[in-house]
């Protein structure tokens, strides 16, 4: 497996964006799924959205229509886009391929 560093992370606003990015330290070519997962203090990892080496997707229903996941196997990065932001989407976020990136913390508050 490739080593994973995360950045992106931050403080927004309810209503506002985040991108996040997963830099790998190697070829994704032969990674057929790589994914996002987020974990909020006193809850359970879940799984936000994945993707496969062709470019399919899919969303936890929670984040459908408001993020978006992307793959660049060019470049080595995996990014997702956090549009219209909730409270609820306060968490800590790993990428996962199936190695993990080190965590970024996401905020949204006002």
């Known amino acids: 497996q490739v080593k994973l560093v995360e950045s992106g992370g931050g403080l927004a606003q309810p209503g506002g964006y985040l991108r996040h990015s997963c830099a790998a330290s190697?070829?994704?070519?032969?990674?057929?799924?790589m994914a996002w997962y987020r974990q909020a203090p006193g809850k359970q990892r879940e799984l936000v959205a994945s993707?496969?080496?062709?470019?399919?997707?899919n969303y936890a229903d929670s984040v459908k229509g408001r993020f978006t996941v992307s793959r660049d196997n060019v470049k080595n990065m995996m990014y997702l886009q956090m549009n219209n932001l909730k409270p609820e989407d306060t968490a800590v976020y790993y990428c996962?391929?199936?190695?993990w990136g080190q965590g970024t913390q996401v905020t949204v508050s006002s």
């Open positions: 190697g070829s994704i070519f032969s990674i057929s799924v």
């Open positions: 993707i496969t080496s062709s470019g399919t997707t």
């Open positions: 996962n391929a199936p190695g």
